[in-house]
């Protein structure tokens, strides 16, 4: 299992490398394959039998969304964040399960991935987005590195067993301050000024938001009763396995850069 882990990440980090440094059209396009194989990862989990279109329409809506933000400057974009709030209410709500409403499932996993994904391009379009999908990268990294560690080492306090069992409060404590500390660390690395206020928010909000990305797709995949939305990364799971804690954060550091 680690070789495996290791081997995906060799291959892994150089390829994420060479994304963020590609010029903003080529990054759009790859994050908007991405997006929609997630998507297709999150439907084909619930049920195999489900229609085989919904990577393109995880891709349209992540190139709607692309869209507005770069031609209606009028439209205020941050009220699309609705959409993913309520899919995901929709999807985990009690009730029966996603067998029996195939559209409305689909319909919410679209729009919960799609629309929070979406917002990896956003910031890529900001000023110095390069440097602040940088930062957005060390900070989830750090994050989920620090909880494994210290939850491993130290865990004995189980932070949410009926959606993630092996999630201790000792494990969030350790990626909380190791997300705190990337992200004062990474931006002062890249030479980035964002000033103290943002700084702040962005360290405050960042590894929270990566932590509770985490245990949404946790509860989602509790909710369809997989452990895994794929097999496609050996020793991780699926795309979406290892996107979740920056699907959380990514929207959160675009709109603090927005509005702090």
């Known amino acids: 299992m680690l070789r495996a882990r290791l081997a995906v990440a060799a291959i892994g980090l150089p390829l994420l490398a060479l994304l963020v ?3 903003a059209t080529v990054f759009a396009a790859a994050v908007t394959v991405v997006i929609a194989a997630a998507a297709y990862e999150l439907v084909r989990a619930a049920n195999s039998d489900w229609p085989r279109y919904v990577p393109l329409s995880a891709a349209v809506a992540t190139a709607m969304l692309v869209a507005w933000s770069r031609q209606l400057d009028d439209f205020p974009l941050w009220t699309l964040l609705a959409l993913p709030a309520i899919a995901l209410y929709g999807l985990l709500r009690p009730g029966p399960g996603p067998r029996h409403f195939r559209e409305a499932w689909w319909l919410g996993a679209v729009m919960y991935v799609g629309v929070l994904g979406a917002h ?6 900001v000023d110095d987005g390069r440097l602040w999908v940088l930062v957005l990268l060390g900070v989830t990294f750090a994050t989920d590195t620090g909880a494994y560690a210290v939850g491993r080492l130290l865990g004995s306090h189980l932070m949410a067993p009926d959606i993630s069992p092996g999630k201790t409060w000792e494990g969030f404590a350790g990626g909380y301050l190791a997300g705190i500390a990337a992200a004062i660390g990474v931006p002062l690395a890249l030479d980035l000024h964002p000033g103290p206020v943002v700084l702040g928010v962005t360290a405050g909000v960042l590894p929270a938001a990566a932590v509770i990305g ?5 509860a989602l995949k509790r909710r369809i009763g997989v452990k895994d939305t794929s097999a496609l990364l050996p020793g991780h799971g699926g795309l979406l396995d290892r996107m979740d804690s920056l699907l959380f954060a990514g929207p959160c550091l675009y ?3 927005q509005w702090v």
Do not use: G, Q
């Open 21 to 23: 440094a590609a010029p």
């Open 214 to 218: 985490d245990l949404a797709e946790s």
């Open 120 to 125: 990896w391009v956003l910031l890529r379009d």
């Open 255 to 257: 709109w603090i850069l």
